[in-house]
């Protein structure tokens, strides 16, 4: 998917979750090919700052902004933000998302679902909706998951599925309603080694996939 962006050269990506795992990758992996990025976190500054250093590595303008996703002015004065210092967005990764607090069904709280869905679906939707109102021909690429596709890992809750799966679904509706001047499309990877995964039993996460590996964050972002 973001090999299929070679053209970013010169333009300006706001990658959301960007202070580490998959959402670092994606925005190094840009910058490697001339693109400039906005670099999003709700809580981690350090971590974005390092995203930020990294990118800058490579020539390009890089931008920290902070913003819970699933916070609507959060969003809109990042957005402001960005479009103030780089003039436009051409690319929009939604890769912010969270696990939850646990996978067992009978232990997953109303304040825990929520969380979920509000910051994996309910998210991705405000920050495209704020990144739209300046973005003409462009591509928004999701970050989902073969949870929501109806694969089962052990340390995914029912919360994360659902929120993925809506993720999927959102990718799809907004692939038509944008055609052809957004392009809309949405990655789904199995396990990745970052962060969201640490607490997770490796080994039996490796046996349920093909490779009998589990994949690094550049392997995403390289896709
Ligand atoms: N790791 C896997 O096995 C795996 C598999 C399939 C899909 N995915 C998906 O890939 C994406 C990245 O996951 P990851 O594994 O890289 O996770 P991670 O290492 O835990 O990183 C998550 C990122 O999201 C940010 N974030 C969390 N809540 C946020 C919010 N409300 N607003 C803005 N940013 C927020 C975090 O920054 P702050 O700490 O600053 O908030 C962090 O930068 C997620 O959508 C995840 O569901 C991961």
Known sequence: MFGELNGAQGKVALVTGASRGVGRAIPVSLSQK???????????????K???????????????VKADVSNRSEVRNMVE?????????????NNAGIL??????IEITDEDWDR??????????????????????????????????????PNVGAHYSASK????A???????????HVLVNAVAPGSVE?????????????????TGKIAKPEDIAHK
């Open 194 to 210: 970052t962060e969201l995964i640490e607490d997770a039993d490796k080994e039996s996460l490796k046996k349920l996939t093909l």
């Open 50 to 64: 390092k995203t930020e250093e990294l990118c800058k590595s490579h020539g390009v303008g890089a931008l920290v």
């Open 100 to 105: 939850g607090k646990t996978s067992n069904p």
């Open 165 to 168: 799966g809506g993720l999927i």
């Open 116 to 153: 979920v869905l509000n910051v994996n679906h309910k998210g991705a939707f405000i920050v495209t909706q704020e990144v739209l109102k300046y973005m003409k021909k462009a591509k928004i690429i999701n970050i989902a998951s073969i949870a929501g596709k109806g694969e089962i890992r």
């Open 81 to 93: 933000k960005i479009i103030t210092n780089f003039g436009r967005i051409d690319i929009l990764v």
């Open 170 to 180: 959102l990718t799809f509706n907004l692939a038509r309603h944008l055609a052809p």
């Open 34 to 48: 001339g693109c400039n990025v906005a670099i999003n976190y709700s809580k981690d500054v350090g971590g974005a």
